[in-house]
Nanobody
Framework: QLQLVESGGGSVQPGGSLRLSCAAS????????IGWFRQAPGTEREGVSS????????NYGSSVKGRFTISRANPKNTVYLQMNDLKPEDTAVYYC????????????????WGQGTQVTVSS
């Protein structure tokens, strides 16, 4: 079982950057795939990015491809989401989530969730 804590959210102007972190506590972090999701008020949760247990497979939602980069540091039990060229439509609460095993379904079947961190992009 994992506990996840997100950090790094905040307010930024359009075109700016933020790096989110997802810190995990628990055993066998390197057995888990990690996903980033976001949800804006009045919208459904959206899959943003995901990474497999060893970092060799990465997936991105179409709205963030080319602007966001996911990475992980297993010795630190941490996954990062580097967000560049942020747009007002990126404003949302961002959540990280974990699931044991493969990442064949990049944005489905996650078992463990963090509490979220707010990202606001506004001029």
């Amino acid at each position: 079982q994992l506990q996840l804590v997100e950090s790094g959210g905040g307010s930024v102007q359009p075109g700016g950057s933020l790096r989110l972190s997802c810190a995990a506590s628990g055993n066998n972090f390197d057995d888990y795939a990690i996903g980033w999701f976001r949800q804006a008020p009045g919208t459904e949760r959206e899959g943003v990015s995901s990474i497999n247990n060893n970092g060799g497979v990465r997936n991105y939602g179409s709205s963030v491809k080319g602007r966001f980069t996911i990475s992980r540091a297993n010795p630190k039990n941490t996954v990062y989401l580097q967000m560049n060229d942020l747009k007002p439509e990126d404003t949302a609460v961002y959540y990280c989530a974990a699931k044991f095993g493969t990442i064949d379904r990049p944005f489905n079947d996650y078992n463990y969730w963090g509490q979220g961190t707010q990202v606001t992009v506004s001029s």
